[in-house]
């Protein structure tokens, strides 16, 4: 779906109101009587990373050598329960994915791609692949409402398992999964009929509420015997309250993923309308986890809407201990790349737009059950542009942080950051550039 | 040799003495095998959870929530009632509630069979995926709610919402229905169900029902694809 907002006649003037996007969605609606489904994140101008900047060292911070002195990226996710926690080498994670939403080969891709540079990636609602298992060093396995493909065999292979509440892309909405994927193995592993449109409950079937989880947590801890780190993800929205309620369910890692975050097939009105910011939601989160006692003791992993090193940084140093990327990854992997600029076009869409994720035709071969078209991505070229932009990630947070005088990813912190609008500097509680100023804080006023 | 004289390997457990954690791990060796009876549950969670191992365990007394859950080959008996979630998520063997079950009872279980003798609360059989579950008595709303495969039996009444949003499980009732839930419709008991109901009421230790007492429940199907249609 693509906005254009130039036009050769300046006497022609497009409403903000009904431009020409809103024109289309509701021409598109009245055509067809159903909602529209879409994969990504909400794609609407947001309050961002973009909005902050690091202040870098001069006569007042002393920094690190840049090409010379260490700064330590590694993280150590869940020890505050599990006999064997996740030590992994950089902060930047692998969201959750179904196997159905992607290819087995782009699964495995995305094992080979973490495993190369020592980081983590993460089942999704489909269960494990063998493929994904296979190449993935430390692979967190997602518990999810549906629980497809959920057993206890794979439960024990899991190095750390994630409880999903729900996803920045639809926080209260469940999941869905249009017939055109659902091929024989994708049917068989969710123990559903081939070709029909699935859907995953939006509510875990066996518990509900905090108190539950807890009991619920524990019973995980019981079955594998207290070795595997337990996370609790949450999408974007009461973040304060869940990540609260998060830990005293006995959570070890806190996942929270703003409304940025991806999604393989969800209603458009849900992606951009329900949820907050990444940015909003990590304050939130530090809050919580502090006023509790359990920053950094309980791990805090951010995502949505992380693209670059600078991102990475920048979540680090509002106090998360990790990022995790679902998007940029699969952007990595070959999406949307502009050599299948044709094809894109062909159903409707263009390189750098297509977000169809739901219809299986992904001309990339990463989104799809296609046979033919999941033949066209190579895993191991895919493993290795993942692994590529992994390193290129770590390596530019650890730039800034070596600006900023840290030794550690994990040393940046709000006083290294200024933002450039009230808005995110409300949303993520550091000043606006130039001033002392934090909107909605008491006692701070602008110099 | 006597079947309750004590065997080599059998084992007891006091969990009014040993710690939920102790019994568990025990029950997790990797050698387990023959009886296994823990007394004093007094409503413990997670209590046998993770077996996999053809062994019997016998739970005398009531039980909190997840009892059984994710069983792999092994008879679990409890002789009491159980929690929310019993036999969760099982994959093979055969769990027996002598009294009632809380909500969600066989919730997502993929095989094996779970018999809860006296009545199951709401949710009974939610997203079963393959499991069979036999309810001596009756069972609450919202029961074999997106109900994907496997077989239930309801010898009672069912609660409102039965089988809402199912798939592909087959339900049996013999009492009344108070309300269906959507995609759910009543179907005609051919021979082949009728068949398969007396083995599942045989296996479950109802033998002395008529099978054709009863009704079978399943999808309509109608809710398979999206369309503008669907009627939620």
């Keep these: 779906m693509t906005t254009q907002t130039s036009s050769q006649n300046w ?331 044709a094809e894109y076009e062909a159903i409707g869409s263009a390189a750098g737009f297509y977000d169809d994720f739901q219809d299986g035709r992904d001309p990339a071969g990463i989104t799809t059950q296609d046979p033919e078209l999941a033949a066209r991505f190579d895993p191991v070229e895919g493993g290795r542009r993942l692994a590529n932009f992994l390193r290129v990630l770590t390596m530019e947070a650890q730039t800034i942080a070596r600006a900023c005088g840290k030794a550690h990813l994990q040393h940046l912190e709000p006083e290294d950051l200024v933002a450039l609008t009230i808005e995110a500097a409300a949303m993520a509680r550091v000043p606006l550039a130039g001033t002392s100023w934090i909107p909605g804080q008491p006692g701070q006023q602008g110099l | 040799m006597d079947p309750l004289t004590p065997r080599p390997h059998d084992r007891h457990f006091d969990l009014a003495r040993d710690s939920l954690r102790e019994v568990n791990a025990a029950l997790h060796a990797p050698d387990l095998e023959g009886a296994v009876t823990i007394d004093n549950p007094a409503g413990a969670h997670s209590v046998a959870v993770g077996l996999d191992a053809p062994v019997r365990v016998s739970i005398n007394g009531h039980v909190g929530y997840y009892a059984a859950g994710m069983n792999q080959q092994a008879e679990v008996t409890i002789d009491g009632n159980a929690g929310t979630g019993v036999a969760e998520n099982m994959m093979s063997g055969t769990v027996v509630v002598r009294g009632n079950a809380s909500q969600s009872a066989g919730a997502t279980a993929h095989g094996g069979l779970l018999v809860v003798e006296g009545d199951a609360a709401a949710r009974c059989g939610i997203s079963m995926k393959g499991v069979d579950i036999v309810v001596g008595g009756d069972v609450g709303h919202s029961t074999a709610f997106m109900a994907q495969a496997g077989r239930l039996v309801v010898r009672g009444d069912a609660g409102e919402g039965l089988g809402d949003s199912i798939y592909e499980t087959r339900i049996y009732v013999r009492g009344e229905v108070a309300s269906l839930g959507a995609d759910c419709v009543a179907k005609p008991m051919r021979a082949e169900h009728v068949e398969e109901l007396a083995g599942l009421l045989k296996a479950a230790g109802f033998e002395d029902d008529d099978p054709s007492s009863y009704t079978r429940y399943g999808s309509a199907r109608t809710l398979y694809h999206f369309t503008a249609a669907n009627k939620y």
């Design chain 1, 11 to 341: 006497g022609l003037r497009e409403s903000a109101t009904f431009d020409r996007t809103t024109i289309a969605a509701i021409q598109r609606a009245a055509d067809t009587g159903i909602y529209d489904i879409r994969g990504w994140g909400a794609k609407r101008p947001l309050p961002h990373f973009d909005d902050l900047l690091f202040l870098g060292a001069s006569m007042s911070r002393y920094p690190l050598e840049g090409y010379r002195e260490r700064c330590g990226t590694d993280v150590v996710l869940g020890d505050r329960h599990a006999t064997y926690p996740l030590h992994l080498a950089t902060p930047v994670t692998i969201a959750g994915m179904s196997f159905g939403a992607l290819s087995g080969r782009a699964k495995e891709a995305l094992g080979r791609g973490a495993s190369e540079v020592g980081t983590s990636t993460t089942t999704g609602d489909g269960g494990m692949t063998l493929e994904e298992r296979g190449q993935s060093k430390h692979l967190v396995y997602q518990y999810l409402p549906s629980r497809y493909g959920m057993n206890p065999d794979d439960l024990r292979k899991a190095d750390a398992i994630e409880v999903v509440l729900g996803q920045g892309a639809k926080p209260g909405g469940g999941g869905m999964l249009l017939g055109q994927k659902i091929s024989e193995r994708v049917a068989g592993m969710r123990t559903l009929p081939q070709g029909i449109d699935q859907r995953s409950a939006s509510r875990h079937p066996d518990w509900t509420g905090p108190d539950d989880l807890a009991i619920k947590i524990n019973e995980l801890r019981e079955i594998t015997d207290w070795e595997k780190p337990i996370y609790v993800k949450v999408g974007a929205t009461r973040t304060y309250y869940d990540v609260k309620l998060a830990c005293h369910s006995g959570a070890d890692v806190v996942v929270v993923d703003g409304m940025q975050g991806g999604t393989a097939a969800t209603q458009e009105v849900f992606i951009e309308h329900v949820g907050i910011p990444t940015l909003a939601a990590i304050p939130q989160a530090v809050q919580a986890l502090q006023e509790l006692g359990l920053h950094r003791k309980v791990q805090l992993i951010v995502s949505g809407g992380i693209r670059n090193g600078a991102d990475v940084a920048k979540a680090m140093a509002l106090g998360a201990d990790a990022v995790a990327i679902g998007s940029a990854a699969l952007i990595a992997l070959g999406d949307n790349d502009p050599r299948y600029a």
